[in-house]
């Protein structure tokens, strides 16, 4: 998990290089963080999201293998 900000503007980046899914809490700073990319949905040739539309902290979530994903608040 990688988060960066400044001011106003927050992207947090959740990222598996393992060749198996793997579900985490994850603990995230509080508010409403919306998906901006997932490497694995099918726009991008994937097999599918599991991760959420919409993220919150404490959540457990699943990520598939060899993928990333992008979320903004």
């Known amino acids: 998990m990688l988060h960066r900000w400044e001011e106003k503007s927050s992207v ?4 598996n290089f ?4 793997v579900t ?3 603990k995230i700073p509080q508010g ?3 998906k901006l990319l997932n490497s694995s949905d ?3 040739m994937g097999n599918g999201a599991a991760l959420p539309e919409k993220l919150l902290s ?8 060899l993928s990333f ?3 903004e608040k």
């Not at 393992?18 to 899914?21: I, L, M, T, Y």
């Open 12 to 15: 947090l980046s959740l990222m």
């Open 18 to 21: 393992e060749k198996e899914s």
């Open 24 to 26: 985490f809490e994850c």
């Open 32 to 34: 409403n963080w919306q």
């Open 42 to 44: 099918q726009e991008w």
């Open 58 to 65: 404490g959540q457990n979530v699943t990520i598939n293998p």
């Open 69 to 71: 994903a992008v979320y």
